[in-house]
């Protein structure tokens, strides 16, 4: 009876162990996952406008991004006509959308996205976290973003500030180099 109460008890004593075990490790893959592009400055939204009154953020391309990058490409998707359509737009220019009255204009591309205070940059000239600056205009107006010179597209989190449109979709599919 003693040897089979100890087998139960060193039994029960492992299961508890490796239970624990787990239970530690879950959280610290969870923590691995991105979870969002890289902003430094708490409760600031990139793309969404100011930190304060005329108080706009600050843009800076490295030079060894401007050197590298040339170009973006979308993709286009026509909910109405349920199609989705790739468009290559160089950086700097814009684009309409045939049979829309949306025309995209592209703004800076930032292949390693980071945003520190009120300075939105890239980390590097690598594809870590690529992410282009948008404003698109419906009949000459501004309708994207709602305030603010840019909206960021990121293709590693395509919803997150997402252009919203009751027609057209319009995620960043990658950047092109020189």
Request: include cysteine.
């Amino acid at each position: 009876m003693r040897k089979i109460f100890l087998a139960m008890l060193i039994t029960i004593i492992l299961f508890s162990f490796s239970a624990c075990t787990k239970k530690e490790e879950e959280p610290a893959s969870k923590s691995l996952m991105p979870q969002g592009p890289i902003i430094d400055t708490p409760g600031v939204s990139p793309g969404h406008g100011t930190m304060g009154p005329n108080s706009e953020f600050q843009v800076v391309v490295p030079s060894e991004v401007k050197e590298r990058w040339s170009a973006v490409v979308f993709i286009i998707d026509d909910k109405k006509e349920n199609k989705k359509r790739e468009v290559k737009v160089n950086i700097g220019e814009e684009f309409k959308i045939p049979g829309s009255d949306l025309t995209i204009k592209t703004g800076p591309f930032l292949p390693d996205f980071k945003m520190s205070g009120q300075i939105i940059t890239s980390a590097s000239d690598k594809p870590n976290n690529p992410s282009v600056g948008v404003a698109i205009y419906k009949d000459g107006k501004q309708i994207f973003p709602s305030s603010g010179k840019w909206g960021w597209l990121y293709i590693n989190f395509p919803t997150i500030h997402s252009f919203q449109h009751e027609r057209y979709g319009l995620t960043l599919k990658e950047g092109i180099e020189k």
